[in-house]
């Protein structure tokens, strides 16, 4: 049942990495838990020592369920081949160990999830390796920050909690000279909306814990690699004894299946939410970039197809306490880490950026509209930013009366 990488994304995820013939005819491919694999005798065991990377041999390097979600991540990528990992985190963190050694230099976006930047000045710095970061907006300007050791550039688009969208043909068109690996971070718009490899990085990592799983139920990371990068990612794994567990892997196929008809529902949710929120008084500006005022909207247009239900928008200036307010009026929705789920989040978000870019004024929430009915997350939106209004209009009668 493998499919054709010439199908439309959504063939794909129906069929991708799906082989009821090896299962009796089951539609899904099962959950295969273990450990020890039997060998019929001693040959047949000696020669699987030196079969490839991601065959069954042993539970660590995974069973059929972990191949079925490598199979179907490597053709919607079209990649190589791909490495599972536990969370999204590990995926990014693992990667970057295995492209990078001491003494070797880092470009990372300034917009990068802020875990990233937590691993790479910490973790990575005190391996030896240089780490420095760029503005989202260089293209292929960044050249000029190259050293002789630069290794990977470490991009995200659209960037974590402001939304900055990345020019990644023209960034791969600077690193590709030198052999520099670019490695995407691809998780906002998953393989759906944006095909990162096809654009011209050698690696894209993916919490799979937000969209692929789908339904707040698992932690999941895939790296999907070009060669000959998929090779180091695949040695280190092997070496480093990296694995998903099946049942999780299990929930990201299922997850897969049904992505496409997820996604546009997000998206049209977002789209509804995000335009009644850009003429509401309270707000001043959109952060998604499928709206047009959004600075990266031209890249958006040209390298995706969707964009996801994630998107941030910066209030006008009011107290602080009052921003907790708004947030804590809501009712549908949760205040919470992650998103992707099928459920709206809010969260306030302090964006910590060290080489410029974009300021803000006003304060920052990120929402992730889920998969209700915009017409109830608009109601809500409406009672709880009228809380908002009052506390602002309140608070500037305080300011003006002192
Ligand atoms: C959530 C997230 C991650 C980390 O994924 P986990 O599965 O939570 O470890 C990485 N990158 C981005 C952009 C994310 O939003």
């Given at each position: 049942?493998?499919?054709?990488?010439s199908?439309h994304p959504?063939?794909?995820?129906?069929?991708a990495?799906?082989?009821?013939?090896?299962?009796?005819g089951?539609?899904?491919?099962?959950?295969?838990?273990?450990?020890?694999?039997?060998?019929p005798?001693?040959?047949?065991?000696?020669?699987?020592?030196?079969i490839?990377?991601g065959?069954?041999?042993?539970?660590?390097y995974?069973?059929?369920?972990?191949m079925?979600?490598?199979?179907a991540?490597?053709?919607?990528?079209?990649?190589?081949?791909?490495?599972?990992?536990?969370?999204?985190?590990?995926?990014?963190?693992?990667?970057?160990?295995?492209?990078?050694?001491?003494?070797d230099?880092l470009?990372?976006?300034?917009?990068?999830?802020?875990?990233?930047?937590?691993?790479?000045?910490?973790?990575?710095?005190?391996?030896?390796?240089e780490?420095?970061?760029?503005?989202?907006a260089?293209?292929?300007?960044?050249?000029?920050?190259?050293?002789?050791?630069?290794r990977v550039?470490?991009?995200?688009?659209?960037?974590?909690?402001?939304?900055?969208m990345?020019?990644?043909?023209?960034?791969?068109?600077?690193?590709?000279?030198?052999?520099?690996?670019?490695v995407?971070?691809?998780?906002?718009?998953t393989?759906?909306?944006?095909?990162?490899?096809?654009?011209?990085?050698?690696?894209?990592?993916?919490?799979?814990?937000?969209?692929i799983?789908?339904?707040?139920?698992?932690?999941?990371?895939?790296?999907?690699?070009?060669?000959?990068?998929r090779?180091?990612?695949?040695?280190?794994?092997?070496?480093?004894g990296?694995?998903?567990g099946?049942?999780?892997?299990?929930?990201?196929?299922?997850g897969?299946?049904?992505?496409?008809?997820?996604?546009?529902?997000?998206?049209?949710?977002?789209?509804?939410?995000?335009?009644?929120?850009?003429?509401?008084p309270?707000?001043?500006?959109?952060?998604?970039?499928?709206?047009?005022?959004h600075?990266?909207?031209?890249?958006?247009?040209?390298?995706?197809?969707?964009?996801?239900?994630?998107?941030?928008?910066?209030?006008?200036p009011?107290?602080?306490?009052?921003?907790?307010?708004?947030i804590?009026?809501?009712?549908?929705?949760?205040?919470?880490?992650?998103?992707?789920g099928?459920?709206?989040?809010?969260?306030?978000?302090?964006?910590?950026?060290?080489?410029?870019?974009k300021?803000?004024?006003?304060?920052?929430?990120?929402?992730?509209?889920?998969?209700?009915?915009?017409d109830?997350?608009?109601?809500?939106?409406?009672?709880?930013?009228?809380?908002?209004?009052?506390?602002?209009?309140?608070g500037?009668?305080?300011?003006?009366?002192?």
């Open positions: 049942m493998t499919s054709d990488r199908h959504d063939t794909i995820l129906a069929h990495g799906r082989k009821p013939a090896e299962f009796g089951v539609v899904n491919t099962p959950v295969v838990r273990a450990s020890t694999i039997l060998y005798d001693v040959e047949a065991y000696r020669a699987s020592r030196s490839k990377f065959s069954l041999r042993y539970g660590r995974g069973t059929q369920t972990a079925a979600l490598v199979e991540m490597t053709e919607l990528e079209g990649g190589d081949g791909a490495v599972l990992h536990p969370s999204g985190l590990a995926a990014i963190a693992m990667t970057l160990r295995a492209l990078l050694s001491p003494g230099h470009l990372v976006v300034d917009s990068v999830y802020a875990p990233t930047r937590a691993f790479c000045d910490g973790q990575l710095a005190m391996q030896g390796i780490v420095s970061y760029y503005d989202p260089l293209g292929a300007d960044i050249a000029g920050l190259f050293k002789p050791n630069t550039v470490f991009a995200e688009s659209p960037g974590s909690l402001t939304f900055d990345q020019d990644m043909p023209a960034l791969s068109s600077a690193c590709r000279p030198r052999e520099i690996a670019l995407v971070d691809g998780t906002w718009a393989p759906l909306f944006c095909k990162p490899l096809s654009l011209g990085a050698d690696v894209v990592v993916h919490s799979a814990t937000k969209y799983v789908g339904h707040s139920d698992a932690m999941l990371g895939v790296a999907v690699a070009r060669d000959p990068w090779l180091k990612l695949e040695k280190f794994a092997a070496l480093n990296i694995i998903a099946p049942d999780d892997c299990w929930l990201a196929l299922r897969l299946r049904s992505m496409g008809a997820r996604l546009r529902q997000h998206q049209d949710c977002a789209m509804g939410l995000s335009s009644w929120l850009g003429v509401h309270a707000v001043r500006r959109i952060l998604y970039p499928a709206h047009r005022s600075p990266g909207h031209p890249i958006w247009r040209r390298d995706f197809t969707g964009a996801s239900g994630l998107f941030g928008v910066e209030l006008v009011c107290d602080p306490g009052a921003v907790d307010r708004f804590d009026a809501l009712t549908l929705f949760g205040i919470g880490s992650s998103w992707g099928y459920e709206s989040l809010v969260l306030p978000a302090s964006p910590m950026r060290t080489v410029g870019g300021t803000f004024e006003g304060p920052l929430v990120r929402l992730h509209a889920g998969l209700e009915h915009p109830d997350l608009i109601a809500d939106l409406e009672q709880a930013l009228a809380q908002l209004d009052s506390a602002t209009r309140q500037q009668e305080n300011h003006h009366g002192k």
